[in-house]
């Protein structure tokens, strides 16, 4: 079956623009995650939904960074007001459920000027 | 909260030689322990996991211990080929929530 997508695949956006990037989840799975890579570094943890339960928003690096997920499915992560530190990959997976393994997307190469 | 310490950080190899990972973390009530490897460019896959309640599990040329008593964990994988050539990240799951990575290794396997 499909696995996680993302879009877009690249953004390239100037400093203190907004922008949306969006993750489909496999069909099926609860858990929805975001990263963020940042070159060759590892995997930062940004915000994790479980079924209809609130959102762990724990590892949101600011409040310019927000997430939605519509409807148990899709998820949009919003940043506000881009830095050139926001530049990195950022990345979306997706697990059955909780503890269980997660299957990530390609990711979205974002490039703050 | 977990913190997953990983190393080496980089690791050089020649064709058919064996390579060894080492990872480990920090919150006692972890457990599971997934390796991923990610190709230049691409994304993470996972290539093996284990869960708390063995010390071992294998595939084929790849395999994973757990020491729980000790908080470590690692990837061993013989007979490398230059396919096997990319960056390995180690993860451990607490709480029931999210998995914290440590920071990778980057694997070169020379001819």
Redesign the interface.
Known sequence: GAGVSQSPSNKVTEKGKDVELRCDPISGHTAL?WYRQSLG???E?LI?FQGNSAP?KS?LPSDRFSAERTGGSVSTLTIQRTQQEDSAVY?CASSLG??E???????TRLLVL | GENVEQHPSTLSVQEGDSAVIKCTYSDSASNYFPWYKQELGKRPQLIIDIRSNVGEKKDQRIAVTLNKTAKHFSLHITETQPEDSAVYFCAALSGYSTLTFGKGTMLLVSP
């Open positions: 995650y570094q590892g995997l943890f994790y762990d590892g990345l909780v503890g393994t997660q299957y990530f997307g390609p990711g």
